[in-house]
């Protein structure tokens, strides 16, 4: 089954200019994309609908990691998801050019707020997207067996039309 | 010297982005035959093609691919277009649908444009819309002829509906007074005057605008893309719409297709 992410040029550069911004203490900053999906033959494509930066005061003081998100911000993406059927994609960036990668991190915490979401709207795909200054990648955990798989394709949807493939 | 060897220009990456997109075609006719054809000279590797009806000798006049054979034989229109890019593509990967969109929506899904090439301004409208929910850019082509003996004027369009940017409705198209005149005129029977000269103009500029997107070979940015290209027949001119600097001038946001539900299937 293939799996593409749409985003809108617009929208990417939102998120760029938001984790752009310096934080008081966090390393670099994170948010949450909310999407929506379309069930395609032999596939499946999310569809990113918004950017919600997380707020200065959602982040812990927290030396292991470049960012850690408080339980309050985690909860008011969980509140929407709750009250609206979306699809929760957690974004930050890699300070580099090129396809990104995942770091043992970002693994490891995405595989413990992940399931989360399935809480508050289950039985659809939720998952990490992780940012270069030019590229993208992406992992979707499948709401059945809740295991991450590659996002296969990362469309920028704009003039140009970009693409990234998983590589 | 192969096949794309004259338009390398458009970037190393071309023939294989070419051969690896697909497109819709919806409307086959005037518009549709036309960019159906440039599209597979340019090496378009997949192409999704709609149309229900069948040939007759009344799209001679337009639609390119036919021949009086085909017309007397009263073949799919989907086949003749089949034909035609398998005779320029023989790799081409065609799904041929004779069918009205609606009624079969999700092989758009998956493509990466959608040119409407249909007449009705209503369903031009229902397919952008289709478009948008998935995100997909939708090119609109059409000509219109009015007048009267001795003083008829040919105009047209090719619109490019890009999500994140502005959308038809935010560009005028089709005005009020052209989706009432329709609504009118329902049930009537007889098309409007279509021509071949003025539908390859504009499947010509339609086909260019797709390209830009795909595989721009001028990497200056635009000020302001030329989302909307008018025909003026009779003067023979394309212009970029004056719509659009107004719309950039007022700092006009599409809010049409930005609401909460606005993309992908509708879950409960």
């Not at chain 1, 909310?34 to 499946?44: A, Y």
């Not at chain 2, 000798?57 to 277009?81: C, D, E, H, P, Y």
């Not at chain 2, 478009?131 to 609109?140: E, L, S």
Request: glycine content about 10%.
């Amino acid at each position: 089954m293939k799996t593409v992410f749409r985003i809108t040029q617009g929208l990417i550069r939102s998120i760029h200019a938001d984790l752009d911004r310096p934080h008081a203490f966090a390393g670099e900053r994170v948010g949450f994309i909310s999407c929506r999906q379309s069930v395609q033959s032999g596939g499946l494509a999310i569809l990113a609908e918004g950017y919600h930066a997380v707020a200065d005061q959602d982040y812990v003081d927290d030396p292991r990691f470049g960012a850690a998100v408080s339980g309050s911000g985690f909860r008011k993406m969980l509140s929407l998801a709750y009250g609206d059927p979306i699809n929760v994609f957690h974004v930050h960036r890699h300070e580099c050019r090129g396809l990104p990668g995942f770091s043992r991190t970002d693994l490891s915490e995405s595989q413990k707020f992940i399931p989360d979401f399935w809480k508050v709207r289950p039985g659809i795909t939720h998952g990490i997207i992780v940012l270069s200054h030019d590229s993208a990648q992406g992992l979707g955990w499948d709401p059945v067996d809740r295991r991450p798989k590659p996002i296969d394709e990362i469309q920028i949807v704009g003039m140009p039309m970009r693409w990234m493939w998983e590589a | 010297m192969d096949a794309s060897s004259r338009q390398s220009f458009l970037g190393e990456n071309s023939d294989a982005l070419l051969a690896q997109a697909k497109v819709a075609i919806v409307g086959l006719c005037g518009g549709g035959s036309h960019v159906a054809q440039q599209l597979a000279h340019v090496g378009l590797g997949n192409f999704v093609l709609y149309d229900p009806d069948h040939a007759e000798m009344s799209n001679l006049n337009r639609m390119v691919g036919l021949t009086f054979a085909g017309a007397a034989s009263g073949a799919m229109k989907t086949q003749i277009i089949h034909e035609r890019i398998l005779g320029v593509n023989p790799k081409a990967n065609i799904l041929a649908l004779q069918a009205d969109w609606k009624l079969n929506r999700d092989p758009l899904k998956d493509c990466i444009a959608i040119f409407g090439c249909i007449d009705s301004f209503h369903a031009r409208l229902e397919l952008e819309g289709f478009a948008r929910r998935q995100m997909i850019p939708y090119i609109d082509v059409g000509m219109d002829v009015a007048g009267s003996p001795g003083n008829y004027g040919i105009t047209g369009q090719a619109i490019l509906s890009m999500p994140g940017y502005w959308c038809m409705r935010c560009m005028g198209y089709p005005s009020a007074r052209r989706l009432e005149g329709e609504a009118k005129a329902y049930g009537m029977a007889g098309g409007r005057p279509q021509v071949v000269w003025p539908n390859g103009i504009l499947a010509s500029v339609a086909v260019d605008k797709f390209m830009r997107i795909l595989t721009p070979w001028n990497s200056a940015p635009e000020a302001l893309p030329c989302l909307y290209t008018e025909y003026d027949g009779t003067r023979q001119t394309l212009k970029s719409h004056s719509c659009l600097q107004a719309l950039k001038a007022a700092d006009k946001i599409c809010n049409h297709f930005q609401g909460p539900g606005s993309l992908g299937d509708v879950l409960l």
